[in-house]
């Protein structure tokens, strides 16, 4: 997928996420990992590390020298996004208490990599 | 995760799928759907004694976090508790026909997630469709199931 359309899906999800409420703390966590990852991909594109013919996914789903190539690009916009995939797993899988602040993190993380993404704008 | 808490998970996406724009929010609607979906997946699993309904989230599959000794969540290897997606992992063994019902409607949401969602396929008022009527087939199914005497997982 090229930079733009990464960019439009990102800006439609955020807009959806604005929807949630305060009990939908999972969808907001989602929405940070689905829009999140358009943004990362834009970067990536946008540096010319990733063509449009290879988007990442899931930070997990990375082989080790994919996540230490795009690190190289940007450290701080790796560790977010695999931050918010870390917060899945207890909080839109599971039930652990503080899923409330679990969102309020994953939209600070999405924050920061939108911040990364506009930057790289023209 | 316990059936309570799959129900109270299904009851909130519903409830905001409901105030999102089917096309207009496409991706998060969907999202949700599918979400709703597999939760129910895995309360009916729990429910047919398929899988053990415990404090156990997974990361993979055959992965989960769990409580350690000091209380906080680490990565353990656990029997089939919850899947992460029908299929991830396959649950081994035969399974209620209801369940493999619910299955089987997930996979016609599963089908369009990775190009409408990820992939560069716009999402289409017919696909949106048929993904609503699949989850409103798996929500009947598991209202049904859960009106019945459920069973304890035996490994």
Known sequence: ?122 | MNIASHLDKIDRFERLRARLDTMGDFELWFWAAMNTGTNAVNAALHHAGATIADDAFPTQPGVYLVPGTDGKLEPAFRPPGDVLHVGRPKIEGKLPEDVTAMMQAMEIIEHHRDPCIRGERDATPEIAAECAQALEKVLVLLRQRMSTPGKAWKP
Not at chain 1, 21 to 44: C, P, Q, R, S, Y
Not at chain 1, 74 to 87: L, R
């Open chain 1, 1 to 122: 997928m090229e930079a733009l359309d990464h960019r439009q899906r990102a800006e439609r999800i955020e807009r959806s996420i604005a929807k949630c409420g305060d009990a939908d703390h999972e969808m907001k966590i989602e929405g940070a990992m689905l829009a999140g990852t358009h943004w990362v991909n834009f970067i990536l594109h946008r540096m010319g590390v990733t063509k449009g013919d290879l988007d990442v996914m899931h930070s997990y789903m990375l082989t080790v020298n994919e996540l230490r190539k795009y690190s190289v690009a940007d450290a701080e916009m790796m560790a977010a996004i695999a931050e918010i995939e870390d917060i899945r797993p207890a909080h839109v899988r599971g039930n652990v208490p503080g899923g409330p602040a679990a969102a309020k993190r994953a939209l600070e993380l999405l924050a920061t990599l939108r911040a990364k993404a506009h930057k790289l704008s023209v």
